[in-house]
C-alpha cells in the first residue's frame, strides 16, 4: 500500500500510515532524501515512523542513496541512529556499523551501482 504525500512540503499524517496497514503488512519503506522531490523527513518525521513500526512490529526498509544531496539547509538523519531502530526494526545486515551503501553513488548515479560495506572508525 501506498501512502500519498501532501503537496507543498510532502509531509503524511501518521493517521495515514496506520490507515493501510493490515495484519498482511511486514514492512515500511521509506526513501529520504526522496528524488524528484528532494524531501528530505525531518528527526519528528522519522521517529513518528519508528513509533509506528515498532507498534505493528514492522520492519523498516530505507533507501537513503541522496544523503549527500541536500540544499536549503537541510540535514539527513539517517533512520539506523534512532532509538531502537539499528536493532530489530532494519534488516540484520544494516546496522550502525555495517551500513550498505552503493559504491561510487555521491560520485556519478550513471555508472552501474555496486554494494560495499562502510564501517565505524
Known amino acids: 500500500m501506498t501512502v500519498k504525500m501532501q ?11 496506520e490507515r493501510v496497514i493490515t495484519h498482511r ?5 521509506v526513501n529520504s532524501p526522496g528524488n524528484p522531490s ?4 525531518s528527526r519528528q ?6 513509533a509506528i513500526a515498532q507498534q505493528y512490529d514492522l520492519f523498516v526498509f530505507t533507501d537513503e542513496i541522496y ?7 537541510r540535514t539527513h538523519v539517517s533512520f539506523a541512529t534512532l532509538p531502537g531502530m539499528a536493532t530489530g526494526r532494519l534488516p540484520s545486515a544494516v546496522t ?5 551503501s552503493p559504491a561510487g553513488a555521491s560520485a556519478t548515479v550513471s555508472q552501474r551501482r555496486g554494494g560495499h560495506r562502510r564501517s565505524e572508525l
Not at 96 to 100: A, C, E, G, I, Q
Open 7 to 17: 503537496a507543498p512540503d510532502w509531509t503524511f499524517s501518521v493517521a495515514d500510515i
Open 25 to 29: 503488512t511486514k514492512a515500511i519503506i
Open 38 to 41: 528532494g524531501k528530505v523527513f
Open 45 to 50: 518525521e522519522l521517529e513518528s515512523i519508528a
Open 67 to 73: 544523503e549527500y544531496f541536500l540544499y536549503d539547509g
Open 96 to 100: 550502525p556499523k555495517h551500513l550498505v
